[in-house]
């Protein structure tokens, strides 16, 4: 036949005597021209452009800029596109029915639509480059097209084709759409005047894209790039080349920052404040607030969302559309339809639809459309939800930082309640946000589902929507259960984790007393407690899953058997597959409506917390130095640091900050004598409880002087400063500060130092999670000399030399990898270094031994300070440094006892002049200079311990990547990549099997067969639906009603059993996922807590604090469901495409290619993922330390006057954090619309394979619906495995600390062989003793000897560093004894089983350690003690009467760590614990360096006697407390220097004895 572009069948086909317009073969030629204009037009434009690009083929995204009009015409054109796409098919069938071919019918369709795709591709390439002249050409372009559609229109008119004609429809909306184009074109003429005008307007892209940090593009891209997510393959791509990190990222565009997102909630909750202002009981509404900040992207969303939804049923119509179709056909073949004749070539709509082709092509651009709006609506509700959080913690900490401290010391608000708000209450919110337009779409989709399955199964379809509606409560009572069941299992688990904490942080004095066990059973329990709600978790959790499963099938079962018995005509294949499918749409939203409903529960919860907190004390406002100002908000923008510079000199900077946020604020202080810094006048301060703690206080702080506040612990002076600085509740009183007079000082200091912020050192030092440098210097400009000075004076250089990278060394959570007093030291450097008018330091000497804190008092203190003429207020317990002092405070019981000089004090009260003088002993003499040269103390020791093997340990984390990567080091980079691309298959399996192999076999095996069941549930029905209609006429009726009852009993036990094989998949996963959770923990927990305390000095707390808690939490709650749903998705998925395959063998043919694109997406997006989700979670955990930080050290902060700098640095976190949630989620979507798109081109395939193909029409309907489901599926197989691979990294890392080694715990001896009485009577031997800490180190001790007569009282001293602490472990076999022995009442200890030995002997240790329990529990937690025995060790330690006041007596409640109890009491109760273990060897390892020397007398007089007849060892910080001993040792370096008694050696006028105590008085 030959081709013809009018066709050869019709004469009158180039007749154009009636007028060339008349001719419709002329008038679609006509239409071709303009789209051959355009092509001829911008080819070379396309070309010419793209090859100058090449070399530069990346645009630089600064000129992105969008014409105005950018998004209609984008809408618009792809409109404008599917019309062609119909048009082309209206054409093709048409055609196939005529003679011949017709080509006019579809060939300038097809040119249109290539006209169309260049001219996006040519407007985005303009657009890009900003070169809008070259529009022009698309200008002419719709002009022309418009007018020759519209002729084409006139002539249908004229030629009376009805509208109902599908050609004419077609033309109308083309003539509409090109019309539009053009209005479009001219709007841009008219804005950008690029043409016909005189000045054409110049415009800058916007601000973000001129920050070449900005890399997430999403505002800023096309709509394609939108919707497709295009833009972010560079980085997907690049993820597979080098890790992606936070410098790939970039930072968040403008509108995204947490900062303005903060302004705006701020200020729409101002609003809702000022409505609910005259009404006193009303709060105000958290919920309008945010809707009126985040409304409309919600609104968008579900927009998004009901577009998606209603094309989600195009599915099920285009099924039955097609099944009927096909079965039409396959009935009809011998009947061929009549050809048509060629002028009358019009189709109708009906007919047009009735194509099954035509119906598959629908099905495909349906679903591409209803996945791409749904991913929209998915990424708009997960960036609102982004900002809000921002919004959300910037108000929280605003909020942090005027909490009034009362509220923290006194519980109302504990850093527990605040960290949840910040880690939960927030991402409550968030979550609820995302699900929210959920709540509102459900509805509508479930009612619409129900109405089409009615339409196709009338009465019976209402059954079973009747069974999903009735099993939906249930689900949702086990959602409540489930949530329920997490909130106990997350109090068991944080307590659990209260517990570890504890036992990590006191390890050391667990091992020594032998206490291990106790501990670690008290953790067990909690963690059975724990395993026991877990359980009831995941029994919920698999019933959950269960009804998710089971309910489709039990819904279909009751619809067909309901539809067998009441309906006289056989079920259809098309009704049948078309409501399957309905039924698959409608069980997801009642699944997920549960889900969204205790969701929106949780976050009214969450929000009635946030309001309580939002609204709780603020600091009082009448104490001036405390509020903080908003302007800060604002500048710190640009915030270098709040210097008075440019401000009126004599108004403090903070009014005029102030008076922005509270104009009405009294704007002058009374101004006092100019030599008084501050006055406290008849004041009363109370900590919140109406109670004061100070009463009647007097005072006056002169100004440039060193004030002293002297009294004993827990007199209320740390109160006093707290007051000073306006942190306390002021009952009655005022606190003056007055101007300070500033002419002395050298303008240069005067100009920079800050008025009134004070320079403060807390009694608990309070270090940042940052570097040593940062701590100090802790926001001011750096100065080196000024650094040096501060540095030398706190003697930190010794220390900063051993950090492995000096003063640059980060310093852990809490400073926890340096001693209390390196962290000391460091906060009074901190404070020294501030360029402040009034330093206050609040015991600064507590944890530093007599050399550090007479250097500190000479260079720091006397030198340092007093240079600079700064007012210095010292509250200590040395006496000895009252001489210094210029003004001295003396309090007792909260209260003032004595105010004035040394001089005042000794002229009117001598009895208190005497009682000092006591206790000093003798005036504080220069220290001999070589004395100061050998300052390397005992804690730089322990640091070097804790620094440098730290390299070493660092591999233990991945190990088995490291060795992989050693062998081949010169091609390291293909195998990182290797590594990075490889699923951890190695710890999947181990962590399978450690639940145990039965449950892993039955797993696999009940899986398999549910799977099985349910592919053979639908296969029957296909059989079962086919058969009927194909056999309808021949059968006589009692056939025909034993066949169905047939059916229905085949389909029903199908059915049933498929159900119950749900039930029985879902109980083993998660049963497995417990036995193993619950094996993993108490192998890590018994390893853990038997390990050598060398690898507690080595390993960062931190570091085995995540082994119990996110990794714990991971591997109990989120590897079993991952593992579920990665199983359940992947085996759907094979049994679908094993389905399909089965009914169109041809589909796999097709398969091929999809299939290696859906390995490549998943490859990449694994890789990017995981790096991404690392990025997400290693920035979370600044920002929740950074709260949590600022929390504890709000006092330093306030007094410092830094919350600006504080507050920006949290923006700087949460946008860190915010932007790589930000890209994670969008790697997600883009993931999610490729594997959405592979669907739809399998449904596609599908769909023409099986109507080519198909055997009959049940398995066309099949085909169909299975080719649906893959859809639905295939991204979740994917997230699946990038999560578990995610996930399994817990697993690798407890199982790394699983092969480590425990210490030795049995003896030679066995424990009944030991005498009960052991040891007793305390007679030591040591013989040639060598101590090591590791057989790899050098030793500690070498070759100690000495004997030690029973009772008798040594005392061992040296420098820090010497070897007396090394040497108190040795009797405790801590440390490796590698040569010699001690023998202890003539047994070598090294033979006696570790509990053993530990539990005979005592020692009390330099930091006082409390656990939170009752007094009762830290005194004696093995319950042997009767109450006198406790009650005489209470006495003994000077403490019974304060216990008798407290409540409870020995039953009191002790804090965590003991915060309840000062640091002197601590040590006191740390005394206690060890008379209660009568042993006969005590061992004292510095335990007197934090108490003051009035209960430090007391203490050596009682162990003098109530150890009368024990063997007491002393390790000495002040020399003077073992002049009394009966033997002293002096160790150097690991040796014995002197050995003797104290009058002996202080005979010896040069002996190193004598010079310590000389340096001592």
């Not at 490796?1376 to 020692?1403: E, Q, W, Y």
């Amino acid at each position: 036949m030959r081709l013809a572009f009018c066709g050869n069948d019709n004469a009158s086909a180039y007749n154009i005597s009636a007028g060339v317009l008349r001719n419709v073969c002329f008038v679609d030629a006509l239409n071709l021209v303009p789209h051959v204009f355009l092509l001829f037009i911008t080819f070379p434009i396309l070309f010419i452009g793209w090859g100058s690009q090449s070399s530069k083929v990346q645009i630089h995204h600064n000129t992105w800029l969008h014409f105005p009009g950018h998004n209609l015409r984008w809408i618009l054109t792809f409109t404008l596109l599917f019309v062609h796409v119909c048009e082309i098919a209206e054409g093709i069938v048409s055609d196939t029915q005529m003679k011949s071919r017709h080509l006019h019918l579809f060939l300038p369709a097809i040119i249109g639509f290539v006209a169309a795709t260049v001219s996006i591709v040519y407007y985005h390439n303009i657009e890009t480059s900003n070169f809008p002249k070259l529009l022009l050409a698309l200008f002419l372009y719709w002009i022309m097209a418009f007018v020759t559609k519209t002729i084409k229109l006139v002539r249908y008119c004229q030629d009376g084709v009805p509208f109902s004609q599908l050609r004419f429809c077609i033309t109308g909306i083309m003539v509409i759409l090109y019309g539009l184009l053009m209005a479009v074109e001219i709007n841009v003429i008219r804005v950008r005047r690029y043409v016909f005008f005189m000045n054409p307007q110049k415009v800058k892209p916007p601000e973000d894209l001129q920050d070449l940090g900005v890399r997430f593009l999403q505002p800023f891209v096309n709509l394609l790039s939108k919707a497709t997510y295009w833009w972010m393959n560079t980085l997907i791509i690049s993820a597979h080349k080098k890790p992606v990190d936070l410098k790939a990222i970039g930072k968040l565009p403008i509108a995204m920052r947490a900062l303005t997102n903060y302004v705006c909630l701020k200020e729409a909750y101002e609003e809702q404040k000022k409505k609910v202002a005259d009404q006193p009981n009303r709060s105000p509404s958290i919920w309008l607030a945010m809707y009126s900040a985040f409304g409309r992207p919600i609104l968008l969303s579900s927009t998004f969302r009901y577009l998606a939804d209603l094309l989600g049923f195009a599915g099920p119509l285009c099924i039955s559309g097609i099944v009927q179709g096909f079965q039409d056909t396959s009935n009809n073949t011998n009947a061929t339809g009549k050809l048509k004749d060629p002028s009358n070539s019009y189709l109708s709509s009906e007919e047009f639809l009735r194509n099954v082709y035509v119906l598959a092509v629908l099905l495909f651009l349906a679903l591409i459309l209803q996945r791409t709006f749904l991913q929209a609506s998915y990424y708009v509700t997960t960036e609102t939800g982004i900002n809000l959080r921002g919004a959300l913690l910037a108000m929280i900490y605003n909020k942090i930082l005027r909490l009034s401290t009362s509220n923290l010391s006194m519980g109302e608000m504990t850093l527990g309640q605040i960290n949840n708000l910040v880690a939960i209450e927030t991402n409550q919110l968030m979550w609820f946000l995302f699900l929210c337009p959920n709540l509102w779409a459900m509805p509508v989709q479930i009612i619409m589902g129900v109405i089409l399955l009615y339409n196709l199964l009338g009465m019976s379809a209402l059954v079973g929507a009747a069974v999903i509606v009735l099993l939906a409560p249930i689900q949702y009572f086990i959602a409540t259960k489930l949530a329920e069941a997490q909130k106990s299992t997350l109090d068991y688990s944080t307590e659990r984790l209260k517990k570890t904490n504890e036992i990590l942080k006191g390890i050391k004095l667990l091992k020594l007393y032998a206490w291990e066990h106790i501990f670690c059973t008290s953790v067990e329990e909690t963690r059975m407690k724990e395993l026991t709600s877990l359980k009831t978790f995941a029994l919920h959790t698999s019933l959950s899953i269960f009804m998710n499963a089971a309910i489709p099938i039990a819904a279909v079962l009751a619809t067909f058997v309901t539809y067998a018995y009441t309906n006289v005509k056989p079920l259809q294949p098309a009704q049948a597959f078309a409501s399957l499918s309905l039924f698959h749409i409608l069980v997801t939203p009642l699944f997920l409506l549960s889900t969204v409903v205790r969701f929106a529960v949780k976050a009214i919860i969450s929000v009635q917390k946030l309001n309580e907190f939002l609204l709780s004390d603020e600091i009082g406002d009448d104490s001036w130095r405390g509020g903080d100002s908003s302007v800060a908000y604002e500048s710190c923008k640009k915030h270098t640091g709040l210097h008075t510079k440019a401000i009126n000199r004599r108004q403090p900077l903070r009014y005029q900050l102030e008076s922005y946020e509270q104009p009405s604020r009294r704007q002058t202080r009374p101004v006092e004598i100019d030599d008084i810094a501050i006055k406290v006048t008849n004041g009363y301060f109370s900590w919140g409880s109406g109670l004061a703690t100070l009463s009647n206080i007097n005072i006056r702080i002169p100004t440039g002087q060193m004030t002293m506040i002297v009294g004993q612990v827990g007199c209320g002076k740390s109160s006093l400063l707290l007051a000073i600085l306006g942190e306390m509740q002021t009952l009655e009183g005022k606190v003056h500060w007055s101007n300070v007079n500033e002419t002395e000082p050298s303008f240069e200091a005067s100009r920079s130092r800050n008025r009134y912020s004070v320079a403060y050192a807390a009694q608990k030092p309070w270090l940042l999670n940052a570097t040593v440098e940062e701590n100090i210097i802790f926001g001011s400009p750096f100065n080196k000399q000024r650094y040096k000075a501060v540095t030398d004076a706190c003697s930190l250089q010794p220390d900063i030399d051993l950090l492995p990278f000096g003063d640059q060394t980060e310093i852990g959570e809490r400073g926890i990898n340096l001693s209390g007093g390196q962290r000391q030291r460091i906060c009074v450097a901190r404070a020294l270094y501030q360029n402040t008018n009034i330093v206050f330091l609040d015991d600064p000497f507590s944890a530093l031994d007599i050399h550090l804190s007479d250097h500190l008092m000479q260079e720091g203190i006397l030198k340092f300070l007093q240079e600079d003429k700064r007012t210095l207020v010292l509250v200590t317990h040395k006496l000895q440094y009252l001489p210094h002092a210029d003004w001295i405070i003396a309090m007792k019981d909260g209260m003032v006892l004595r105010e004035g000089t040394l001089k005042d004090i000794q002229t009117k009260d001598t009895e208190l002049y005497e009682h000092w003088k006591t206790l000093m002993n003798r005036q504080d003499q220069e220290l001999e200079k070589d004395m100061e040269a050998d300052q390397t103390t005992l804690e730089r020791k322990t640091l070097r311990r804790a620094m440098y093997p730290r390299e070493s340990k660092a591999q233990l984390e991945d190990e088995d990547e490291e060795e992989e990567e050693e062998e081949d080091e010169d091609d390291n980079m293909s195998t990182v990549l290797r590594l990075r691309t490889k699923m951890p298959w190695k710890t999947c399996w181990r962590y399978l099997t450690s639940g145990g192999f039965f449950l892993l076999f039955l797993m696999i095996f009940s899986k398999l067969l549910k799977h099985s069941v349910i592919v053979a549930i639908d296969y029957w029905l296909a059989t079962w639906t086919s058969m009927d209609n194909g056999n309808e006429l021949r059968n006589a009726d009692d056939v025909k009603s034993t066949k169905k009852t047939y059916h229905v009993a085949v389909f029903s036990i199908l059915s049933g059993a498929g159900i119950v094989l749900c039930l029985i998949t879902s109980l083993t996963v998660e049963w497995m996922g417990l036995t193993a959770a619950k094996n993993l923990h108490h192998n890590l927990l018994n390893k853990i807590i038997l390990g050598p305390i060398r690898f507690f000095d080595t390993t960062p707390l931190g570091l085995i604090l995540n082994r119990f808690s996110a990794d714990t939490n991971i591997i109990d709650q989120h590897i079993p469901p991952t593992l579920e749903s990665l199983t359940r998705s992947t085996l759907l998925c094979l049994s679908a495409i094993g389905m399909i395959s089965y009914a169109t063998p041809w589909f796999l043919v097709a398969l091929v290619p999809l299939g290696i694109a859906f390995y490549f997406i998943q490859k990449y997006f694994r890789v990017a993922s995981k790096d991404l989700q690392e990025l997400d979670d290693s920035t979370q955990l600044p920002l929740l330390c950074h709260f949590s930080e600022t929390a504890e050290g709000l006092t330093t902060i306030r007094a410092f006057g830094h919350e600006a700098r504080f507050k920006q640095r949290m923006l700087e976190l949460t946008d860190t954090n915010n932007i790589a949630y930000l890209f994670l989620s969008a790697a997600n979507r883009w993931l999610e619309v490729r594997t959405d798109y592979l669907g739809a081109c399998i449904v596609l395939t599908a769909a023409v394979t099986s109507i080519t193909e198909g055997p009959n029409s049940g398995f066309v309907g099949l085909g169909l619906l299975y080719a649906l489901t893959i859809t639905n599926y295939l991204n979740w197989v994917v997230r699946n495995l990038a999560d578990l691979e995610v996930q399994m990294g817990a697993v690798k890392k407890v199982h790394s600390f699983l092969n480590m080694e425990s210490e030795n715990y049995e003896g030679y001896l066995d424990p009944s062989q030991v005498p009960k009485d052991w040891p007793q009577e305390g007679e030591i031997k040591i013989e040639n003793l060598c101590v090591r800490y590791e057989n790899n180190l050098k030793p500690v001790l070498k070759h100690v000897k000495a004997y030690i007569k029973p009772g008798q009282k040594v005392g061992i001293c040296g420098r820090t560093g010497s070897g007396k602490s090394s040497l108190s472990l040795a009797f405790f076999r801590m440390v490796d004894i590698f040569d010699g022995r001690i023998v202890i009442d003539g047994i070598d200890i090294s033979k006696l089983p570790l509990h053993t030995l530990r539990s005979r002997l005592s020692i009390i240790l330099q930091d006082p350690i409390l656990f939170s329990g009752s007094i009762r529990f830290n005194l004696d937690p093995e319950c042997k003690c009767t109450d006198d025995r406790l009650w005489e060790a209470l006495e003994i330690a000077q403490l019974k009467n304060m216990v008798k006041s407290l409540p409870g007596g020995l039953d009191a409640v002790v804090t965590e760590g003991g915060e309840n109890f000062s640091v002197g009491q601590r040590q006191l109760f740390c005394l206690a614990r060890a008379f209660v273990r009568k042993s006969s060897i005590l061992i004292m390892d510095e335990a007197t360096a934090s108490i003051d020397m009035a209960t430090e007398n007391i203490l050596q007089k009682v162990v003098m006697t109530a150890f009368a007849d024990r063997t007491v060892v002393t390790i000495a910080h002040r020399v003077h407390t073992i002049l009394t001993a009966d033997l002293v040792i002096v160790m150097k370096r690991g040796n014995i220097l002197e050995y003797d008694t104290p009058e002996n050696l202080l005979s010896q006028e040069d002996g190193i004895f004598a010079s310590f105590v000389r340096a001592d008085m």
